[in-house]
């Protein structure tokens, strides 16, 4: 990655945004309180034992959202209990408990609309554009107009295409790609600037780009979508478009915000597949990092209020009213009709299929990783770059989709089918494209149509020869190598629709070939092959298989289901990760796994924390805060209580960052070194120290201190977290990352074991525990290739 690379070699972010270590009272108090002032130099004493004196945390502070590289930063989920808070939470009545719950049931119900309604507006648009596109394509080759006609469906392409690519350039590089990864990491707890951003929810790149014939879906995105409407909710409105609501002041905070988010991005696969228990499912088993019963009931509700708007919009359109959207747009394929009765001789070819999609699964994935890295060098040169890239997969796969059913033979409509073959409209299994009358392309079947529609054709049932090998093996081929170099260009592209599309089509190549000697449809086994590569690829079980089965209607299809499912994960798990763990990876996200690694039972805490470590007295000189705050970017400072606040030096808590920048724009200063909490206890609220929507609190450069205010003191016991977490320094580091991910923390401080060293050895962050950082401070535990 060319930015990563830059970012690691940029010594003047050596010392990242949360970045601590032990330190010795010498090296960061002096003896005398009052004369004691921070000083470039003392931030670069060495804080460690002599032989760790230089150890500091180089991993690096950025990441790639969407198409751009952003600074990361981590997420505040620990209830910070300071006195404001403590007096807040004591004077809350219960009406206002009562109207905390009231609101927060309110919010997911509102998300729920607004992710029902966004989804269905994405298919309206997109059903309503690709159908004109189509269409047109069409009238044009009825009048054996066929180079007009390929211009006509390459144009249509490419203006979609530069529309899609140009608001992820230069309006919303966040929108860019799935989104799955960001939601993902933002639930582990990174938070990025416009990762949820209002922007990425508001413009309409996933309906161009799905428009465009590209080989994506939008379900990715609209698990995006419904993140970012819940974030919206979460964090107030936005400011910068002027939509803003005070009664949100309960959710001023990441804990409440993760669990609206974790909502959203439910109600997001909801949507998309119109499939509620599977959009629980899949939060639960693949997005959320956190879970308790609590947010089971609002996941759900959320999700069955999604499925209530798609079902009313959808008797809506039946009337007629909505264009082309007809009763298609909103996936669904009703395989009930399939026979679901199955021999011992079933199961073999089912375990069969579950293997191969465990390949073409984990090969997928090694693909894709090897395209997101090499985009990303184009990428990075600009937004025209990512145009110009966009414009090319849009001619490559308008090449395909219209020249590849020129290679295919006609073939004659089967008598049975009386008028509906050949195909008339967009609709259908059996299109005429180039062919005499009575005659249909069936490879045009499945290019010359919606994704949607080419899952629909590839799931019927009833036709076993429908499809000709040549074209389903052409197919699978063409859809393969498309979704690998697709997914990463500046457009809003889910991976789930590519995916079921090639492993639909190598299921009904396997069903075809089997044909008398297995009971089973040749629709069945395209669901079979959808499933075995879904596993292969996404590494998901429980998700997956309810998905479907919500999908296809098809609850007697269970038990194979679930067994190629288990075999197809189980197989490509023994070559790499699924594909949304290898893109965080890549993408540089400092993720935090539910297990620690093998090698962290051999080291101790008090092994990886890193300097400088910088703390603060309870009353503290307004200049030494001031001064830590520019020198660095830690958000997090540990503050000792010395003589004459206590009899010896021990440890008060830890202050934040913001929390800090707020107390100095208050200017609640004294002359004299003296604790006033009572009198700041009335001066400010706890409201006043929330968590700030994106890009709206307090920053340095908004405070106006003067001369004389430098030399005077400000009390921060009363915004101090008396109690944060904190281990002993011996404890195995192993132990500390899984309580670290377990209690979704910001900030470990570390203490010492034995007596008479300075209260605190150090703070441990998430890239404390980050392999590229342990291993290179150890290299020998480095895993032998």
Known sequence: MGEREQVQNNTDIEIGAERRGPSSSSSSRSASPESRKITSSSLKEPLLLPHDAKRTNQTSQLAIIGANVCPIESLDYEIIENDLFKQDWRSRTKNEILQYVFFKWTLVLIIGLGTGFVAFFNNLAVENIAGFKLLFTNSLMLKDKYFQAFAAYAGCNMVLAIAAAGLCAYISPAAAGSGIPEVKAYLNGIDAHS????????????????????????????????????????????????????????????????????????AGVAAAFRAPVGGVLFALEEIASWWRSA?????????????????????????????????????????????????????????????????FGSLYNYLVDKVLRTYSIINERGPVFKILLAIIISLLTSCCSYGLPWLSKC??????????????????????????????????????????????????????????????????????????????????????????????????????LLGSLSDLDVGFFALLGAASFLG???????????????????????????????????????????????IVEMKGFPFLEAHAEPYMRNLIASDVVSGPLITFSGVEKVANILYALKTTKHNGFPVIDEPPFSDAPQLCGLVLRSHLLVLLKGKKFTKQRMSIGSNMLRTFNAQDFDKAGSGKGVKLEDLDIKEEELEMYVDLHPIVNTSPYAVVETMSLAKAAVLFRQLGLRHMLVTPRMPGRPPVVGILTRHDFMSEHVLGLYPQFQPKK
Request: glycine share 12%; with cysteine; aromatic share 12%.
């Open 411 to 512: 073939i004659p409509c089967p008598a049975s089918l009386g008028d509906q073959c050949p195909t008339v409209g967009r609709y259908g299994n059996f299109k005429s494209f180039q062919c005499p009358p009575n005659h249909y392309n069936d490879l045009a079947s499945l290019f010359m149509t919606t994704n949607d529609d080419a899952i629909r054709n590839l799931f019927s049932s009833g036709f076993d020869k429908e499809f000709q090998l040549s074209t389903l093996i052409v197919f699978f081929a063409a859809i393969y190598c498309l979704g690998i170099i697709t997914y990463g260009i500046a457009v809003p592209s889910g991976l789930f629709i590519p995916v079921i599309l090639a492993g639909a089509s190598y299921g009904r190549l396997i069903g075809t």
């Open 536 to 582: 292969g690829t996404m590494r998901m079980t429980v998700s997956l298989c309810v998905i479907l089965l919500e999908l296809t209607n098809g609850l007697l299809m269970l038990p194979l289901v679930m067994l190629v499912l288990l075999i197809s994960k189980t197989v490509a798990d023994c070559f790499n990760k699924g594909v949304y763990d290898q």
């Open 195 to 266: 990762i949820l951003a209002p922007s990425t929810l508001f413009i309409f790149g996933s309906i161009f780009g799905v428009a465009a014939g590209f080989v994506v879906g939008k379900e990715g995105p609209m698990v995006h979508t419904g993140a970012c409407i819940a974030s919206l909710l979460g964090q107030g409105g936005s400011h910068k478009y002027g939509l803003t609501w005070k009664w949100l002041r309960y959710f001023k905070n990441d804990l409440d915000r993760r669990d609206l988010i974790t909502c959203g991005a439910a």
């Open 295 to 359: 947010l089971l009931w609002r996941t759900f509700f959320t999700t069955a209020v999604v499925a209530v708007v798609l079902r009313t919009f959808i008797v809506f359109c039946r009337g007629g009213q909505c264009g082309l959207f007809g009763e298609g747009g909103l996936i669904m394929f009703d395989v009930n009709s399939v026979n679901p009765t199955y021999r011992i001789a079933d199961l073999l070819a089912v375990i069969v299929l579950g293997m191969i999609g465990g390949i």
